[in-house]
């Protein structure tokens, strides 16, 4: 009895809690060799960048930067990853493992080194890769059930990765700071980074390999099936399926409404439709294993829920074409686009007997779909590089250009520029100056001027300056105090002058009129370009030096509001309006 509590003793005790953390980060590096090689590289890397150490000279990192060989590195771990439980599910051969890694590390590798692909979402492509790990080992091979399963208890080994890291990098720099604060060792503000760089990019993660699931046949069973079971249709059945059928109805209400009244949709329809969707998906793959115990709200939705999204879809698209056609596309219309068409397939894909209700492939084609849109001539960014190249072009093609197209394509070459793509509309002759600034450049040789870009809302121009003025008169010997001009208004003659002669303010088509009661009248035009400068002095001093027929005015705004009725145009105005006697008698 004794020995045996002595030998039950000793399974626990330190020593062999060590050597279990060892067998375990062994058996890692064994079952993992080319993500544990990566993350090896990425941890070294980034100690190297604390440091301040140049592992890899400027020549090699040309355009890149530091940070984007950190990213690409963690790239790779993830691919390799993926790739791995790719293999091992298939029960490949040995070469076959190392090598399939390698492939996809080095692709991933590839795909986020700004010197191989140009325009690269890393977002979306990092995003694809982690939710890619569980889909591959379920890629033509296993049921939906394991493939749950096993996501379940991978999500779980990711989970105690990150308390690894907490509590690792947590205990470790307390106990550094506990010798500062008690004993007054003084400990290097580095070391903490290096501590957290080595734990968050090498240890945690090697922890949470060594919990990686070995089996990827099992299925939800016994007391721990009954256990997530009873989790997964409290879930389901009274918390997120009356919410999305709920949100379902608001949808389609909407939906009639704009069938109905013919209004435009709102901006964010499309995110609201995103999110809508993104739910459901959600609810599918967490209820799937246990729908045979599920109570009639979630048989219900999980029925009708390709039902559910016909409206919201054609909500999306609509939207969609509307602002396409008005700005053309950009990354985030391409992924809402690209939303869209996943869940029109996968809608569609319930028809077929065989595949209605594989929550593998409601997993797997928006992840690859997603993959394919991060990177690429079919990417998000290629994709809308090309759409606002002709867009930009268009715009100066079609003169005389107003204010609101000058505005539309500096934004459009702001763009440009910042994918650096600006030499996809430069005029044909244009030749860049030797250390020349393309956007400038370009600019000017359209006609725009980069220096003083009009920044324009659609819904008009604002312009607001609250504070105290001081300025002076030249020449003017009246001042009108909180004087208003309003468009399309009669005008009453309440405005006395020092002289007892009465005078009306009001706004005439981009022109401010000054008329007595006597018939004499004053039109003071105001150009739509100095309108439109306004959106981007909110909050400046701004006076508007008027002359017409020989008279002449000072106006000093502090409200102004334009909008395009299509083009822009004065709607109102309040300041202090200064003038001279003799030119209103």
């Known amino acids: 009895m004794a020995e045996n509590l002595n030998r039950n003793h000793a399974a626990t005790g330190w020593l ?110 990092v995003l694809s890769l982690m ?3 569980p889909i591959a080992p379920f890629a033509w091979r296993g049921t939906g059930d394991a493939f749950w399963m096993f996501t379940a208890r991978l999500v779980f080994a990711v989970g105690l990765g990150l308390l690894a890291f907490a509590l690792f990098g947590g205990g470790i720099s307390a106990i550094l700071a506990s010798l500062t604060h008690l004993f007054g060792i003084d400990v290097p503000s580095d070391l903490y980074e290096h501590i957290w760089a080595s734990i968050g990019l090498f240890v945690a993660p090697l922890f949470g390999l ?14 721990e099936h009954a256990l ?8 389901g059945d009274f918390a997120a399926v009356p919410m999305l059928i709920i949100y379902a109805l608001i949808l389609h209400l909407y939906a009639a409404k704009i069938a109905i009244t013919g209004e435009v949709p709102e901006g964010q329809i499309g995110w609201l439709v995103l999110t809508y969707g993104v739910c459901i998906v959600a609810v599918l793959l967490l209820t799937k294993p246990f729908l045979d115990t599920a109570r009639a709200p979630t048989r219900f939705f999980v029925r009708f829920w390709p039902l559910f999204l016909l409206a919201p879809l ?22 809402l686009g690209l939303f869209g068409l996943v869940t029109l397939a996968l809608v569609g894909m319930q028809a077929a007997p065989r595949l209605r209700g594989d929550i593998r492939l409601i997993a797997g084609i928006p992840v690859l779909a997603l993959l394919l849109g991060s990177f690429g001539p079919q990417g998000a ?46 005029p044909e002759g244009f030749a860049l100056s030797p250390d020349g600034n393309a956007y400038r450049e370009v600019a000017i040789a359209w006609g725009l001027d980069p220096d003083n870009p009009v920044h324009v809302d659609r819904n008009g121009v604002f312009y607001s300056n609250p504070l105290i003025v ?35 303010l009001l706004l005439k088509q981009n022109a401010v009129s000054v008329k007595t009661a006597n018939g004499v009248e004053g039109l003071f035009p105001v150009e739509e370009e100095r309108i439109a400068s306004l959106a981007s002095q909110d909050g400046q001093t701004v006076m508007f030096s008027l002359e017409a027929e ?15 009725e299509p083009e822009l145009e004065l709607r109102n105005m309040t300041g202090t309006l200064l003038l001279r006697l003799e030119d209103w008698k």
């Open 16 to 125: 062999a809690s060590a050597l279990e953390a060892l067998v375990a980060m062994g058996d890692a590096v064994a079952r993992f060799p080319v993500t544990v090689f990566f993350l090896f590289l990425t941890a070294t890397y980034a100690n190297a960048l604390v440091a301040d150490i140049d592992l890899v000279p400027a020549a090699l990192l040309g355009a890149a930067n530091k940070d984007d060989l950190l990213f690409a590195l963690i790239a790779a771990v993830i691919a390799s990853f993926a790739a791995t439980l790719f293999a091992q599910a298939r029960q490949l051969s040995a070469w076959i493992g190392v090598a399939l890694p390698v492939i996809a590390g080095v692709a991933a590798f590839a795909v986020m080194w700004p010197n191989i692909t140009e325009r690269t979402v890393e977002w979306a492509f």
């Open 131 to 133: 939710a890619l790990a």
């Open 210 to 223: 060594g919990q990686t699931p070995r089996t990827f046949d099992e299925e939800p069973g016994g007391h």
């Open 228 to 235: 997530m079971q009873s989790g997964m249709r409290a879930l």
């Open 314 to 335: 054609g909500l999306l698209f609509y939207a969609l074409a509307l602002r396409v056609g008005a700005f053309g596309w950009t990354p985030q219309r391409y992924f």
């Open 381 to 426: 960014l290629d994709w809308s590089v090309r759409s606002q190249t002709a867009r930009f072009l268009d715009l100066v093609n079609d003169t005389p250009l107003g204010v609101e197209a000058k505005s539309e394509a500096l934004s459009v070459l702001r763009y440009l520029n910042g994918e650096d793509a600006v030499g996809a509309v430069e």
């Open 470 to 504: 001081a300025f002076k008169s030249d020449g003017f010997d009246v001042v009108v105090q909180n004087a208003i001009f309003l468009d399309g208004e009669p005008g009453t003659f309440d405005i006395i002058l020092p002289d007892g002669g009465k005078i009306a």
């Open 550 to 564: 020989g008279r002449k005015i000072l106006i000093v705004p502090s409200h102004l509001h334009a909008t395009f």
